[in-house]
């Protein structure tokens, strides 16, 4: 008799909204489950990684971040910025400006912590299905409408868009607590090795690191599921 049973698995994403390439991994991973539908069934949970803790309130000038953190030309700059446009078009992600091409903000490099104990608490307190609503509108936020995602209203703003209470919000980025379990899963990265995002643990064992291609997640998945099947049998 055929197992047509789905088989379900947990994965972890490590990753900061301020990365691009953790949009597009999500995008290419997004495609990779919609081909195992029916065969693979994922729970996914967002964890804390900060590419820039120690950035000031006042954030700073996207490419002139990129310029001194990577020691790139403007040049260069450009030619990553196509090269990252095009895998993000593939993979069904934007990560353009979407509001008045007139009178554009400047794309901006800002502290996260704060994004990130919102979604902590999220996951806690909504579960995995309403923490991936919120990184995605924080990615939305960031990415096409350049707001000020290190501003407490934003965030609140941003938090009571996808359903989240905004007083509970509110006292979410005010728990010390909270803030210390951020810094203990950043930890944690570390001790996993993890030194770049997105990186996904997969059933809390198997670590696919950076943005793949769809049919690499499909790949992978597979391969946890058998080795997992494998392990219970043994």
């Known amino acids: 008799m055929t ?67 990577y020691r790139r030309s403007a040049e260069e700059g450009a030619q990553v910025r196509g090269q990252m446009k095009s895998i993000a078009d593939g993979a069904g992600v934007s990560l353009s400006y979407e509001g008045d091409e007139n009178d554009p903000p400047p794309a901006m490099m800002w502290n996260t ?52 209470h905004r007083e509970a919000a509110k006292s979410a980025l005010g728990d010390s607590d909270l803030e210390a379990r951020v810094v203990a899963e950043e930890r944690q990265a570390w001790d996993l090795n993890i030194t770049g995002v997105p990186a996904m643990i997969v059933n809390s064992k198997f670590m696919i690191p950076g943005a793949q291609a769809p049919e690499t997640y499909v790949n992978a998945l597979r391969r946890v599921v058998m080795k997992s099947k494998e392990a219970a049998s043994a």
């Open 3 to 69: 197992d047509n049973a789905t088989d379900r698995v947990t994965i972890d994403i490590y990753s900061d909204v301020m990365c691009p390439w953790c949009a597009i991994g999500y995008g290419q991973l997004t495609k990779a489950l919609s081909e195992l539908d029916g065969e693979i069934d994922a729970e996914i949970r967002w964890r804390p990684f900060e590419l820039n803790p120690d950035m000031p309130t006042e954030g700073e000038q996207q490419e002139a971040h990129l310029q001194r953190k």
């Open 113 to 164: 912590r704060g994004a990130h104990k919102l979604l902590g608490w999220a996951l806690e307190q909504a579960g995995p299905k309403v923490q991936t609503e919120l990184k995605l509108a924080l990615f939305k936020a960031h990415f096409n409408e350049r707001r000020n995602v290190s501003d407490r209203d934003v965030l609140l703003d941003i938090a009571a868009s996808v359903g989240l």
